[in-house]
């Protein structure tokens, strides 16, 4: 099921529940999300629309950079490392076909992103189960996301103006 077909993703996502869901639902939120937008491209791609096509493909290469970023290399081991060679195809793949303006390229991007989606599903059900079972240890603490994640405090002296 895509994110256009899933309303309680979309609205789970805009309610900013994003944080509490656990690690592997969230990947699935973001995998949903870039499927989307890589939809809503290849649709803009046939009607010539090129502004729009490359605001939709934008935001899906912010997800993949996102989902690039959040791997832990040292820890993931050769499925991390082979993920992240993953997401740097997709990110090329989805250039190419941009700046090419033709949606095969998109297209084997979004098969892709559709099989990943499909084992993280079967993850997060397997971790929500263990979890709602108690018989296992809780995920690991949600790092922040979106523009709360990159937040630093503000330190800098202001200057009082009086109007």
Do not use: C, F
Not at 24 to 41: N, P, S, T
Not at 88 to 110: F, Y
Request: charged share 20%.
């Amino acid at each position: 099921m895509s994110v256009s077909n899933n309303p309680n993703a979309i609205a789970m996502y805009m309610a900013g529940n994003v944080t509490q869901s656990d690690p592997a639902q969230i990947i699935v939120l973001l995998y949903e999300g870039a499927i989307y937008r890589i939809g809503q491209a290849i649709q803009e791609i046939e009607k010539q629309n090129t502004l729009a096509s490359g605001i939709a493909l934008y935001r899906a290469l912010a997800i993949i950079g996102e989902l690039r970023k959040s791997l832990n290399l040292e820890e993931g081991g050769e499925i991390a490392r082979n993920l992240y060679r993953l997401y740097l195809h997709m990110h090329e793949e989805l250039v190419k076909g941009h700046l090419a303006k033709q949606a095969p390229p998109l297209e084997r991007v979004r098969t892709l992103l559709t099989d990943l989606n499909s084992s993280w599903r079967q993850v997060a059900v397997q971790v929500k189960t263990i979890i709602d079972a108690g018989t296992g240890a809780p995920p690991p603490p949600v790092m922040p996301a979106g523009l709360s994640a990159y937040a630093q405090p503000d330190t800098t002296p202001r200057l009082a103006l009086k109007a």
